[in-house]
């Protein structure tokens, strides 16, 4: 996965002014992950939703207003519990390191 | 029906990989997810193109159906076992489907395709021959099947049960929170719905909860075990997995599936809706 792209999922096609876009890209020791599961947890810790990671581990939401948690899910890892916070019109980037 | 008889783990997947009486095939929301990789043996089924009518918003008819699985090498006498991504949504679906149209021997892979990648099972890019059959189809059984006049005359008599996100059910997001927000319906639930997510039911690797797990969770949520059930969600893939639950896990009867659910019913003129985190009452009509 040498020479993949970091982070910042392309925004073409995406209305930002009326999505609160949550994003980023999940690593291993500095290497995407292409095959992990990203799941958005709402305030209360229920689940909202779930994508697996891109070849280039990339991972998109389009959540409300608020905090979240994203939970990731890999073969032959923990899960990783991070916090985001999310607003309409902006793009919250998440790095997740496994 | 009980989880024994419709629920297979991966390994009793990975141990009947070459038997010939199991096909397994894989349904998934993102319906490139099979090219990308997938178990040995499984065909795909695409549930935009093949399992919806083109034109009109409804499922291919009988005809259809059984051109569709003779063309794919799947025959009446076959134990067909579903499999997918996002927790088995869209295979549970199938398998709702498959059900419809009356195929007998059907079971899902507990945990679906996300199960069987955290266990680190094998996936192959090898796509599959298969013989065409002679498949044939039974009539619709609508006993699984609701449609949205049966679903407002149930306010207040039968249970609904809302199987969206919470924000979904009060209003707060319009879609699952991977797909864009802007859609045409009105936000909210039906009134008296319990709002108990689809994934209540599921662990986080995908596979579904321990009986008496999945009683408490509906129980506490208000369903009323004596009454009829109606599962919806946002288009009718979500509540499949919960109308699987409490139909063959839980073995509950008269549990239907409103397939036409929050986009058909979020658009309908002057029907009731309520707003917020409470169910709202069948009197008030959800105002």
């Not at chain 1, 292409?34 to 799941?39: E, K, S």
């Not at chain 1, 608020?66 to 916070?85: F, N």
């Not at chain 2, 946002?234 to 896990?249: A, M, P, Q, Y």
Request: proline fraction near 3%; hydrophobic fraction near 35%.
């Amino acid at each position: 996965m040498c020479g993949a792209t970091e982070g910042g999922l392309s925004l073409d096609g995406v209305n930002v002014a009326k999505e609160a876009v949550v994003q980023g890209q999940v690593t291993r020791e500095g290497e995407p992950v292409g095959n992990a599961y990203v799941r958005l947890l709402d305030r209360t810790g229920e689940f909202t939703a779930e994508v697996p990671t891109n070849e280039h581990g990339q991972f998109r939401f389009f959540a409300g207003d608020g905090e979240w948690t994203l939970r990731t899910l890999a073969p032959k890892s923990e899960p990783v519990d991070q916090r985001v916070v999310a607003a309409r019109g902006s793009v919250a980037e998440v790095a997740i390191a496994i | 029906m009980s989880r024994e008889n419709s629920l297979v783990t991966a390994q009793w997947v990975e141990d009947n990989l070459d038997n010939a009486d199991v096909v397994l095939i894989e349904v998934d929301e993102d319906t490139t997810a099979y090219d990308k990789g997938h178990i040995r043996g499984a065909i795909k089924l695409d549930w935009s193109t093949e399992l919806q009518d083109q034109v009109r918003r409804d499922f291919v008819n009988k005809q259809q159906f059984e051109a569709l699985l003779s063309s794919k090498g799947v025959g009446n006498d076959h134990t067909v076992v579903l499999y997918g991504g996002n927790n088995n949504w869209f295979a549970a679906y199938a398998y709702w489907y498959f059900t419809l149209y009356g195929h007998a021997d059907v079971k899902l892979l507990d945990g679906g395709r996300k199960k069987w990648e955290l266990d680190s099972r094998e996936l192959t890019d090898e796509v599959p021959t298969r013989d065409t059959t002679s498949y044939s189809a039974q009539e619709q059984d609508l006993s699984i099947r609701a449609f949205r006049d049966e679903t407002v005359e149930a306010i207040g008599v039968k249970n609904l049960v809302d199987v969206r996100s919470p924000d979904e059910y009060a209003g707060r997001l319009l879609a699952p929170a991977h797909l864009p927000q802007e859609q045409a319906q009105r936000a909210g639930h039906i009134p008296t719905a319990a709002n108990v997510p689809w994934s209540k039911a599921a662990n986080d690797d995908g596979t579904f909860r321990s009986d008496d797990e999945l009683k408490q969770i509906y129980s506490e949520a208000g369903v009323d075990w004596s009454k009829d059930t109606i599962a919806y969600c946002r288009i009718g893939e979500r509540s499949s997995h919960t109308w699987f639950v409490l139909k063959e896990i839980l073995g509950q009867q008269n549990v239907k599936n409103y397939d036409g659910s929050w986009t058909e019913y979020g658009s309908l003129v002057g029907v009731p809706v309520a707003l917020g985190d409470e169910a709202g009452s069948a009197d008030e009509g959800g105002k």
